[in-house]
């Protein structure tokens, strides 16, 4: 009997290229510790499971942009109807527990900014209590009477941890802008290191066994590299037919190698889900 996969969602941040001789994207790619159970030491991005707060009414009345219908409508696959608003709820929630960044807007619609002394550590506050389970994130959102602006991330993918592997996750891939007056700062626990990367030089640094990532992340910053501005890649997340992608573990020539729905092999990328082989 396989594992049932665990809802999750996850958010490759995007920003324009820093050197404004080139026109390009970065996205936000973060560490995990080497401790971790799934994926040690490799390269994400921000994200994580869904918690059952996530799609409950009281976190409901926060969220802008998109409801519980149309989460539905958008994620008609999702385990259940009611967990679907859930999934842009985790993404923001994970991005501001584990890197600092937080998408979400004042009453009057401006976004939050964590740019003075004094928000900095007001929200550091925040996040060191949702971290350790001492505050609930609708509790920071009414405290600070914030909105969630859902419409903000676009659904891009859909990944499926392969089947004999017994940490499996259901994740949901958004895209989104990142917040311009918001600082990164990984969490130090779950997440070791963060880098701002082209996606072109982030996939150059795998091939050259600089970093190391699986194959949801390969293919995302394949698909996201078409796009060397911001609005580019969110226009065309917003016309994004989604399918789900379950791949496959397969024994070929003597080596475990991963196989795509469409029958397409990985054999140069193995499945490593678990420590890495080499440092």
């Known amino acids: 009997m396989y594992a049932t996969p665990t809802d999750a969602a996850t958010v490759m941040l995007l920003r324009p290229y820093r050197n404004a001789t080139v026109t390009d994207i970065e996205v936000l790619m973060v560490l995990r510790n080497r401790r971790s159970r799934f994926v ?44 679907a608003l859930g999934a842009w709820v985790a993404g923001i929630r994970e ?5 600092g960044m937080l998408i979400a807007l004042r009453r009057d619609g401006s976004p939050v900014t964590i740019r003075t002394e004094e928000e900095r550590a007001r929200f550091c506050s925040y996040r060191r209590a949702l971290n350790k389970g001492a505050m609930k994130f609708h509790e920071m959102l009414e405290k600070e009477d914030l909105v969630l602006p859902l419409d903000r991330l676009h659904y891009f993918s859909h990944w499926i941890t392969p089947e004999p592997l017994p940490l499996r996750y259901d994740v949901r891939f958004f895209v989104a802008e ?20 082209r996606p072109s030089a982030a996939l150059e640094a795998y091939e050259k066994g600089r970093i190391g990532m699986v194959l949801p992340q390969i293919m995302t910053l394949v698909e996201i590299s078409r796009f060397k501005t911001v609005e580019e890649a969110l226009a065309a997340a917003r016309k994004r037919q989604v399918p789900a992608n379950l791949t496959k573990i397969r024994r070929i020539g003597g080596a475990d190698v991963e196989v795509m729905p ?18």
Do not use: N
């Not at 991005?45 to 009345?61: K, N, V």
């Not at 991005?95 to 890197?99: A, I, P, Q, T």
């Open 178 to 197: 990142a917040a311009a007056d918001q600082a990164v700062a990984h969490d130090g626990v779950e997440l070791t290191e963060h880098l701002w990367m």
């Open 40 to 83: 040690p030491g490799y390269h994400v991005y921000p994200g994580g499971i869904l918690d059952a707060e996530d799609y409950e009414p009281r976190t409901e009345r926060f969220c802008r942009g998109i409801d519980r219908a149309r989460a539905s409508e958008i994620l008609p696959d999702m385990s259940r109807p009611e967990k």
């Open 95 to 99: 991005s501001f527990e584990e890197v």
């Open 262 to 279: 469409d029958g397409t092999v990985f054999d140069r990328r193995p499945p490593v889900y678990s420590w890495p082989d080499q440092e």
